[in-house]
Nanobody, 124 residues
């Protein structure tokens, strides 16, 4: 069983940066694709970014392209989301997820394991 724990969220002013981490335990994530999703109050959960098992392919939502970067360190069993130029509309709970098929899907239904999430609040 894979357990995922996110960290790095917090309160930041617009234009600032945060780096989220997602640490896995229970199993190596070497063959898993990893994704980040977010959910704002009263809204559905949205795809943010995904990375293939090797790190060779990445995908981003249009709303974060050019500002966010997803990366992974398989030796540390950890995935990161570097968020720059943050906007108030980025405010949400951010959760990481693992997909055993490794292909880096934008579809949340592909992901079998989820973390609890970390709150990101961007003030204007």
């Amino acid at each position: 069983q894979v357990q995922l724990v996110e960290s790095g969220g917090g309160l930041v002013q617009a234009g600032g940066s945060l780096r989220l981490s997602c640490a896995a335990s229970g199993r190596s994530l070497t063959t898993y694709a990893m994704g980040w999703f977010r959910q704002a109050p009263g809204k559905e959960r949205d795809f943010v970014a995904a990375v293939s098992w090797s790190g060779g392919r990445t995908y981003y939502a249009d709303s974060v392209k050019g500002r966010f970067t997803i990366s992974r360190d398989n030796a540390k069993n950890t995935v990161y989301l570097q968020m720059n130029s943050l906007k108030p509309e980025d405010t949400a709970v951010y959760a990481c997820a693992a997909d055993k098929f490794g292909g880096a899907s934008t579809n949340e239904k592909q992901y079998e394991h989820w973390g609890q999430g970390t709150q990101v609040t961007v003030s204007s």
